[in-house]
Each structure stands twice: as structure tokens, then as C-alpha cells.
């Protein structure tokens, strides 16, 4: 049985449903067309013709880690899993490090089916999270770019991940958003899929296969900016507006393992 929490304007409606599996559509009309499987020797750093990083600290969040490229924040497991590690050390002038990885300049793409199978940290002020970002950024800046957040987790919440869409006229504590929640389960405990399939009209978050949102332009109450290339976003924040700061109580180092990413095209 699942619960799912919907927001709607100062409301919340809460679902429980149990028993009936939603597919995510005819899965032959899905080519893969990018994938990390993250194989390689423990160690060794992400493949650097597949991701990059955005290196320093805040992020307009006021995030308390210092995201770096170094592999002591990612690198491969040998078990055939990206680890993000978030740590408690002084770094450049911050409490804790951890790393921000992206595909902006190396994947960019306008809709798919974007999936990563993830388990998730433990712990107040911990903030995973699997995202894409319009690549447009530079230039007409955010949320104009539009920002889809596949899964966003607060350490302090081990069963519940939520997904949104922020953009003009809905972002940050504005932004359409829906949760879902396991029940008997929990997100740092085994691995889940986190999916969400973006077409022109409309945009549908699952959670292992289970279709939780779906948003489409009549949705949204400012203008839909998802018509053009998006990058993806992989990090583990640590404090933040989203979750607030780790407590005494918040055990360090802590991980974001990834066993893939995948991005899909609707075959023609």
C-alpha cells in the first residue's frame, strides 16, 4: 500500500491507495539514448566526458556544504554505484563538503524519460537531490529557465520524497509540488527508482513505476518553460532553506548512492 500527499494551494489531500500498479506507458516507445552505469574500480572519479561539477557553496539556498570535484565527494563504489559523499571538515571556508555533479555543456536534451535508481541518507539537514535545469540559465536566469526536480528528500523525512516544477510565477516555496510517501519502507534503507517522463503537453513524476503527479500548462499559474534543452543535476546538499542544519545528532560522512542514470527518447 502507498500514501501519496497532494498539495493544493494552503491545502493538503492525502491518498492512500493500495494494490494497483500504474505503468509508465508502453515502454517500446522509449530508445535509451544516455546512460551512466557507473561500472569502473573504486576510486575511480564519475566519467568525465558524461558529468561535470558546479564547484562552491550556497547556491542562492543557503546551503552550509562546499560542493568540489574531488574524489573524496564522488567517486565510483566498484559495486557499480556512483557515491556522493557529503563529510563534516573544514573546507574553504565551510563546516562540510560535498559534490554537485552535472551534464550542462556534455547531455542536454528537450524531453524523455529521465531515471536514476538512488538510496538515499539519513539525517536533519541532509538535501538529495535528482534534477534538470534549463540549460538557457545564463541567459534569462531562474525560474525563468524552469527547473524540474525528479526527487528532492529531506534527511529528516525517510519516507517521503517529493517532486516540482519551479518557474515564473511558481518557484521555490511557490512551486507545484507533490510528495509521496512509503509506508512499511524507507528511502535510506534499499534502492527505489525515481522517474519522471517529460513530453510537450505534460509532465509525470513515478516513484518505482507508481505515476504520483502529473502537470501540465493548464496546472501551473505563471507560464510553462519546458520547450527547450535541459541538463541534469545530481547532489547531496547538506543544511539549506529546504531542510535546515544538521543537529549534534546528525551522523557524518553520509552518501547518495546512485546504481544509474538513464534518459530515454520516444522512439519515431
Not at 547538506?238 to 538513464?262: E, H, I, K, M, S
Request: hydrophobic letters at 35%; charged letters at 20%.
Amino acid at each position: 500500500m502507498k500514501t501519496y500527499l497532494f498539495w493544493l494551494g494552503f491545502g493538503v489531500i492525502v491518498l492512500i491507495l493500495g494494490g494497483c500498479d500504474t505503468d509508465s506507458g508502453d515502454s517500446t516507445a522509449w530508445q535509451l539514448v544516455w546512460q551512466d552505469e557507473f561500472e569502473g574500480a573504486a576510486g575511480e572519479v564519475p566519467d568525465p566526458t558524461r558529468w561535470g561539477y558546479d564547484i562552491g557553496t550556497d547556491w542562492g539556498n543557503a546551503q552550509l556544504e562546499y560542493d568540489t570535484d574531488r574524489p573524496e565527494n564522488a567517486t565510483l563504489d566498484g559495486n557499480g554505484n556512483l557515491v556522493i559523499t557529503a563529510r563534516e571538515e573544514s573546507y574553504e571556508g565551510r563546516n562540510y563538503t560535498s559534490a554537485r555533479l552535472v551534464t550542462r555543456d556534455k547531455f542536454e536534451t528537450t524531453y524523455g524519460r529521465f531515471e536514476a535508481r538512488m538510496k538515499m541518507p539519513w539525517g536533519q539537514g541532509l538535501w538529495p537531490a535528482f534534477w534538470l535545469l534549463g540549460a538557457n540559465i545564463e541567459t534569462v536566469g531562474w525560474p525563468q529557465c524552469g527547473e524540474i526536480d525528479i526527487m528532492e528528500y529531506r534527511g529528516q523525512e525517510p519516507t517521503v520524497v517529493h517532486g516540482s516544477l519551479h518557474g515564473p510565477g511558481y518557484s521555490a516555496g511557490a512551486a507545484v509540488t507533490s510528495a509521496y510517501r512509503l509506508t512499511n519502507a524507507r528511502f535510506d534503507t534499499d534502492f527505489h527508482l525515481f522517474a519522471v517522463e517529460w513530453t510537450p503537453d505534460e509532465i509525470r513524476w513515478y516513484l518505482d513505476d507508481q505515476l504520483y503527479q502529473v502537470v501540465t500548462p493548464k496546472d501551473t499559474p505563471g507560464e510553462w518553460v519546458y520547450d527547450h534543452p535541459f541538463y541534469i543535476i545530481l547532489n547531496l546538499a547538506v543544511g539549506g532553506n529546504y531542510v535546515g542544519a544538521p543537529t549534534a545528532n546528525t551522523v557524518f560522512p553520509q552518501t547518495l548512492v546512485v546504481d544509474w542514470v538513464r534518459v530515454y527518447q520516444m522512439s519515431q
